[in-house]
């Protein structure tokens, strides 16, 4: 299609402001952007729809055209809705470059036009689908939300008869007939299968539909990409934990071209409302990341304080304040060390931190990530729920907790991170102060690292399991470990080889019974001057006093670092 017929369709907002005798470029595509260079996301021929972002001062405008046009984009399409008007000195540069200039009414939503473009540059679009979008579009226009992935959903229902649901990468289910009471809903178990298939699936690289079977019945997948981060991946796991699928009670293998273009076409349509939530998650990321800054900086409290104000309402509407904060702490890791895990663990906090029972994506705007090279941190608002009828007794605070967390997403991201990966967690406690935010920070760092020493490719641990000096131990260094534990117990193994004496066995036993001569013996079923003798043996082979704490601490901390 070209610019042309775009700016001849009315329902689309456009208006010309630049560019006339370039109208007859083809469009072979569209993209959202308000990056101040969005060169690598671009491939030639787009439409470019910009809210204008952006913009910070007049000579950055020069500077975006001058991208586009080198990029080879068909024309520039700028929204109304941030400016009252469109910058004089952005239409004199896209005269400048010959780039043609369109403004966008605020009545208008980019994803209306961006279903637009995408029904109309597909020429083997089935029927059906062309019905589908054209509802849809009509139904998104009607507001800014746009009729969300359910609107889409309840025309497959309605139109096609085909179940389908919307689920995140933790197996959450976003949308689907079954959300708005259309029949019964997805259960949590199958669910979760279903996210932990589409995940592995993603992960050897094969092109969706994925078909599965789970409780007896047969699902098709489908991978809802964000349309940016796709262009811009240079590996699947740069993208696989965080998007979305769209699974569909039916067997895709009998399906005709036709209707395999329309669920391709739907996931589309759900993509474009996935990246416009996604980017209204912008200022919450940038107040988590200015807080988390003058926090790790050492800021003053009331500085600190200052920037929680502005973050409380923006996170917590209607509340005005937030009484409680905790922090909540993800590192995404893959064994070559080649991709940044970052991003990744932004994305899956966003996700997981949303409670397991709640339904759409919408949950997730109380709360505010940050990422920091292979690190991201949560910043999340706790409001007190009075336990009282009146209020009068003292404030109940709902806390996140690890174990539950861990509970609801081990299984599908496991998949997911397959034998390459592993994501660990950290939750701290609640803290009601700007005072006891780096504290909570560094809290949840801790829990983390234990959550790192255990097995398996997706831990969790949470502020409550950071009071044992056990779990200190896996924070000694390695060299330094080895070097303890041969000193202590390297002569007892030893002499163990040569004599089968059992004097390690018989180590650990006295230290468990507290050093009670008579509990140990009675334990290993020796005569108590048997054990004393043992004991001495201890004592000579390395040195050590076992009446003394001192060296009894010294053996328990050498025991469990072995």
């Known amino acids: 299609m070209r610019l042309r017929a775009l700016l001849e369709t009315e329902a689309l907002g456009l208006r010309l402001l630049g560019g006339e005798d370039e ?17 690598r996301y671009l491939s030639g021929g787009e439409l470019v729809l910009t809210g204008l972002a952006w913009r910070r001062e007049p000579e950055d405008s020069e500077r975006f055209v001058r991208i586009l046009t080198g990029a080879g984009v068909a024309g520039l399409a700028a929204g109304e809705a941030e400016m009252a008007s469109i910058p004089d000195d952005l239409i004199r540069a896209c005269a400048r470059h010959r780039l043609p200039l369109f403004s966008v009414n605020e009545n208008v939503s980019f994803a209306s036009i961006t279903e637009h473009v995408v029904r109309q540059v597909s020429s083997e679009r089935a029927g059906d689908l062309a019905a589908v979008v054209d509802r849809h579009r009509r139904l998104m226009t009607s507001g800014p939300a746009g009729g969300g992935p359910e609107v889409v959903l309840d025309l497959l229902g309605s139109d096609l008869d085909l ?24 259960p949590a178990a199958v669910s979760a299968a279903l996210a932990g298939e589409h995940l592995a699936a993603s992960r050897t690289g094969r092109r969706g539909p994925h078909r599965v079977t789970v409780a007896g019945d047969t699902y098709s997948l489908f991978p809802i990409s964000h ?3 796709a262009l811009a991946a240079r590996d699947v796991r740069e993208t696989v934990l965080s998007d979305w699928l769209l699974a569909v009670e ?73 009484p409680h904060w905790q922090v909540v702490v993800a590192r995404v890791e893959w064994e070559d060390g080649e991709i940044q895990g970052g991003p990744v663990a932004q994305a899956l906090l966003e996700e997981m931190l949303v409670a397991p029972e709640a339904t759409g994506p919408e949950p997730s705007d109380r709360i505010a990530v940050a990422h920091m090279g292979d690190e991201a941190v949560a910043l999340v608002p706790l409001p007190a729920v009075p336990t009282g009828a009146e209020g009068g007794e003292e404030d109940r605070i709902p806390g996140l907790h690890a174990d539950r967390i861990l509970a609801a997403v081990r299984e599908p991201l496991s998949r997911g991170l397959d034998d390459d990966g592993r994501l660990t967690l950290g939750v701290s406690a609640a803290v009601h102060s700007a005072e006891g935010l780096r504290g909570a920070l560094e809290e949840a760092r801790h829990a983390r690292r234990v959550a790192a020493a255990r097995p398996g490719r997706v831990c969790a641990a949470g502020h409550q399991e950071l009071a044992s000096h056990v779990l200190l131990l896996p924070f000694v260094p390695d060299d330094v470990r080895r070097a303890f534990t041969a000193r202590l117990l390297d002569p007892l193994r030893d002499y163990d080889r040569r004599h089968r004496a059992e004097l390690i066995p018989t180590l650990e036993a006295f230290l468990d019974c507290d050093g009670s001569w008579t509990r140990c013996a009675t334990r290993l079923h020796l005569h108590v001057n048997t054990l004393r003798y043992r004991v001495g043996r201890i004592e000579q082979l390395t040195g050590r006093d076992l009446s003394r704490l001192e060296d009894k601490l010294d053996f328990f901390l050498a025991l469990r670092m072995s």
Not at 167 to 182: D, E, F, K, N, V
């Open 250 to 322: 039916a067997d895709a293998g009998d399906w005709s071209p036709e209707r395999l273009d329309l669920l391709d076409g739907v996931t589309q349509l759900i993509a474009v409302e996935r990246d416009r939530r996604d980017a209204a998650r912008t200022v919450r990321r940038r107040l988590a990341q200015e807080v988390l800054e003058l926090v790790q900086a050492g800021a003053a409290p009331a500085e600190i304080a200052a920037r929680l104000r502005v973050a409380a309402p923006v996170l917590l509407p209607g509340l005005g304040t937030a």
């Open 163 to 186: 179940r389908a649901w919307v689920l995140s990468p933790t197996g959450r289910p976003i949308a689907g007939s079954s959300l708005a009471g259309a029949g019964p809903e997805l």
């Open 23 to 39: 109208l007859d470029r083809t469009v072979r595509g569209v993209m959202t952007t308000d990056l101040r260079d969005p060169s």
């Open 227 to 229: 349309s940016s981060r």
